[in-house]
Every structure is written in C-alpha cells, then in structure tokens.
C-alpha cells in the first residue's frame, strides 16, 4: 500500500460495523486467505440498485428538512439488510447452494422493500416492516448454528427492529416516524451494545473493504442516473451539455476521492488493526451509511439541476447538493482519524469551503452552481495529488544510497 496514501489526508472510508450475531472483529490483524466476492453477492447487490433509486425518488419529492429525515429513517433498514448480509457472507463460506438461497431470499425482501419506499408513509408501511423482518429472520436462521445468535445483533433485528416497524407501518404518520426512527436506533446502536458478544469474530480484510466499496459504487451510479435520466429529455443545446459535464465530473470527484486514495487506506487499516471488529464498525457499518447518504443528495440534486441550467435553484437543490458534497467530505476526516489518529485537513477545509459557499448559491443559476462545485472538487484532488507524490518522493531513497 502506498505509504503516500496514508498519509495525506485523502484516505477514508466510512465505518460501519454491521449487526452480525458475531459480528465483532477478530483481535489481531494478522494474516488471513484471501476472500472473494460471490457472484450471489454480486447479484444480491441489483436489488439495491433499484432500493438506492427508490430512495432517492422519495427524497426528490420531499427535501426540506422533513424529507430528509424520511427518507433516512427509510434508508438505513434497507441498508442494514445490506450489512447483515455482508457480515454473514464475510465471516463464513457461502459459496453453497444453502447460503445461496439464503442471500437470494434476502434480496426478495429487500425488493418488497424497496417497493414499499415510495409509500412507506402512505399505505404500503406495512409491506416495508415485513419485508424487513423478513430479511433478518432469514439472516438468524443462516447463523442459527453460532451459539449465542439470538444475544446478539441479528436477534435485536428479530426481536426488536423488525416488530418496532411491521407495527409502525400499522399506525399514523405521527407515531410511525416515531417507532420507525427507534427500529433504526436500535439496529445502529446493536454492534455497540453488544461489542463485547461480537469480539470473538475473525473477519476476513480484504472481503469486508470491496464490499463496501461496491456499495459507494451502486451509490455513484444513482448519481449517473439523476444526469441521465434528467438530461435526456431536455433540448441538449451548448448550456445543457456544459451543466451535464460539470455534474459528471462532480460525480467523478466523489469517485476519485474514494477509490484513488480511501480504498486502499481503508484495506489496510483493516489489515493491521488489532481490533478488526472496531475497525470495521467505525469506518465500514457508520462511516459508509454517512458516505453513502452524501452521495444519494448529490445525486438527488443532479435531478434537480441538470434539467435547467438557467433556473435558480432555491435553498433545497443547493442544500442536498451543497450539503451531500460537504457530508461526504466531512465523513473522511472522520474515518482518517478513526483508522490513523491523523486529521484530514485538506478534505475538512475542503468541506467547511462547500458548505460556506452554499448560501451564495440559492440565488445563482444551475449551471454557476454546478460549475463551481466541480472546479472545488477538481482543485481538492488535483492538491491531494500533489502532496500524495511529494511525499513519495520525499520516502524515496536518494539516487546512489
């Protein structure tokens, strides 16, 4: 791993430790067989495409503050399914026609989920809980041979989460936001209560980082979409190509900071952590739901820009723009000083520079608007660049010794 990589600022991942009944990480970091991904992983992961896509959709109709806090406490049963699973393939073989039939019959619930977004306070709540708890009864029974499952993560999604939503989808608007943000406190709160159960468990570290790696992918590739499939109706003149290159390459930007810097970083962390299983709920199961959640609004926001360049678009575009971009960002500095103790300074400056700009946007036209975060974004890789190759060439052993 490039030593230059570390150090600089640029490299992170979000965190997220997922509600395995072992999900904790095994003490040591030492050597391990490397994993591969499944192809039923892979194919699972087409149903949240679609999921991504329907969340997105429920935030493009509802971005004020209320809708994002909607929207979130629809996304994160979805993504946690996502993790349970991802938890379970890592810390067993599942490359049998058993544990096949298992991911296969999660993602049929996370279809019925992400079905249910679009109506999930209108009156298909119930379907959404079911299709839940669904999936965490089918994640308990593939680990129902580990001993102590049910005290556990996946159990609290049994017990616990899966009933406080197929209830919620049962009641008013009021009181089912309510039950419904205590199911996602709970899941996320699982890996913590029960971190002491979850440290028994030998994760394998090259496994866990590409998974969530093609997770942030699926994410960007909504972003592609919210371009697309905006601009594809439009006229097309000179001024609607320049916005859809601006918000190509905003969306590039975000891949670049991810994949160029953080991946690796993040692999390694994993590598050499004497608690994997910290590791991975800090950086993994926490910091890519606030990763993955960013881009989401910037691909929202792609939707509501790339349209009309000329129109200005209003405190709500910029904010899920503007504040998707700055969240991303932040996360970074995060999950840099969760796995290095090292503050990501050019990405912090980065982010406080994009979210003070925000308000200065609300009154330009699209096309200014997008144009100017993608310079940001350029500017910040093309400065991390830099630093990452003089801080290889500082390392490197001068000519003769």
């Given at each position: 791993?490039?030593?230059?990589?570390?150090?600089?600022g640029?490299?992170?991942?979000?965190?997220?430790?997922?509600?395995?009944?072992?999900?904790?990480?095994?003490?040591?970091?030492?050597?391990?067989?490397?994993k591969?991904?499944?192809?039923?992983?892979?194919?699972?992961?087409?149903?949240?495409?679609?999921?991504?896509?329907?969340?997105s959709?429920?935030?493009?109709?509802?971005?004020d503050g209320?809708?994002?806090?909607?929207?979130?406490?629809?996304?994160?049963p979805v993504?946690?399914?996502w993790?349970?699973?991802?938890?379970?393939?890592?810390i067993?073989?599942?490359?049998?026609?058993?544990d096949?039939?298992?991911i296969?019959?999660?993602?049929?619930?996370?279809?019925f989920?992400?079905?249910?977004?679009?109506?999930?306070?209108?009156?298909?709540?119930v379907?959404?809980?079911?299709?839940?708890?669904?999936?965490?009864?089918?994640?308990?029974?593939?680990?129902?041979?580990?001993?102590?499952?049910?005290?556990?993560?996946?159990?609290?999604?049994?017990?616990?989460?899966?009933?406080?939503?197929?209830?919620?989808?049962?009641?008013?608007?009021?009181?089912?936001?309510?039950?419904?943000?205590?199911?996602?406190?709970?899941?996320?709160?699982?890996?913590?209560?029960?971190?002491?159960?979850l440290?028994?468990?030998?994760?394998?570290?090259?496994?866990?980082?590409?998974?969530?790696?093609?997770f942030?992918?699926v994410?960007?590739?909504?972003?592609?979409?919210?371009?697309?499939?905006?601009?594809?109706?439009?006229?097309?003149?000179?001024?609607?190509?320049?916005?859809?290159?601006?918000?190509?390459?905003?969306?590039?930007?975000?891949?670049w900071?991810?994949?160029?810097?953080?991946?690796?970083a993040?692999?390694?962390?994993?590598?050499v952590?004497d608690?994997?299983?910290?590791?991975?709920?800090?950086?993994?199961?926490?910091?890519h739901?606030?990763?993955?959640?960013?881009?989401?609004?910037?691909?929202?926001?792609f939707?509501?820009?790339?349209?009309?360049?000329w129109?200005a678009?209003?405190?709500?575009?910029?904010?899920?723009?503007?504040?998707?971009?700055?969240?991303?960002?932040?996360?970074?500095?995060?999950?840099?000083?969760?796995?290095?103790?090292?503050?990501?300074?050019?990405?912090?400056?980065?982010?406080?520079?994009?979210?003070g700009?925000?308000?200065?946007?609300v009154?330009?036209?699209?096309?200014?608007?997008?144009?100017?975060?993608a310079?940001?974004?350029?500017?910040?890789?093309?400065?991390?660049?830099?630093?990452?190759?003089?801080?290889?060439?500082?390392?490197?052993?001068?000519?003769?010794e």
């Amino acid at each position: 791993m490039d030593v230059g990589t570390v150090d600089v600022g640029a490299v992170d991942v979000g965190a997220v430790d997922v509600g395995t009944p072992d999900g904790g990480a095994a003490g040591g970091g030492g050597a391990a067989e490397e994993k591969r991904v499944t192809w039923a992983e892979l194919y699972f992961d087409l149903v949240f495409v679609f999921a991504i896509t329907q969340v997105s959709g429920l935030l493009h109709h509802h971005h004020d503050g209320a809708g994002l806090v909607r929207a979130l406490v629809v996304f994160v049963p979805v993504y946690w399914c996502w993790v349970g699973t991802t938890v379970q393939a890592n810390i067993r073989d599942v490359d049998n026609p058993r544990d096949r039939l298992g991911i296969l019959s999660v993602g049929l619930a996370g279809l019925f989920m992400a079905l249910a977004v679009p109506g999930a306070y209108g009156g298909r709540g119930v379907l959404l809980g079911l299709g839940y708890w669904l999936a965490r009864v089918v994640l308990l029974l593939l680990l129902i041979r580990v001993p102590g499952v049910w005290r556990g993560p996946y159990g609290a999604g049994v017990l616990v989460s899966g009933p406080l939503l197929v209830l919620g989808g049962l009641l008013p608007d009021g009181p089912r936001l309510g039950l419904w943000a205590a199911a996602a406190f709970c899941d996320l709160a699982a890996p913590l209560v029960f971190r002491r159960r979850l440290a028994a468990v030998a994760y394998h570290p090259s496994h866990m980082p590409e998974r969530f790696a093609l997770f942030l992918l699926v994410a960007l590739g909504e972003s592609i979409v919210g371009i697309g499939g905006t601009a594809a109706g439009a006229r097309l003149d000179a001024a609607e190509l320049v916005v859809v290159a601006a918000a190509f390459t905003i969306s590039a930007g975000l891949w670049w900071q991810y994949f160029v810097y953080a991946a690796d970083a993040m692999r390694h962390a994993v590598e050499v952590a004497d608690s994997r299983r910290d590791v991975i709920r800090r950086i993994f199961q926490y910091g890519h739901l606030a990763l993955v959640a960013g881009v989401i609004g910037v691909a929202v926001g792609f939707g509501e820009t790339v349209a009309d360049p000329w129109r200005a678009l209003g405190p709500g575009a910029v904010a899920l723009l503007y504040g998707g971009c700055g969240l991303y960002l932040l996360t970074f500095g995060y999950t840099r000083w969760m796995m290095f103790r090292q503050v990501a300074s050019t990405r912090i400056g980065a982010a406080a520079l994009v979210l003070g700009l925000a308000p200065a946007m609300v009154r330009l036209p699209a096309l200014a608007v997008l144009v100017t975060l993608a310079v940001l974004l350029v500017g910040l890789n093309v400065l991390e660049h830099v630093r990452v190759a003089r801080a290889a060439a500082a390392a490197a052993p001068a000519p003769g010794e």
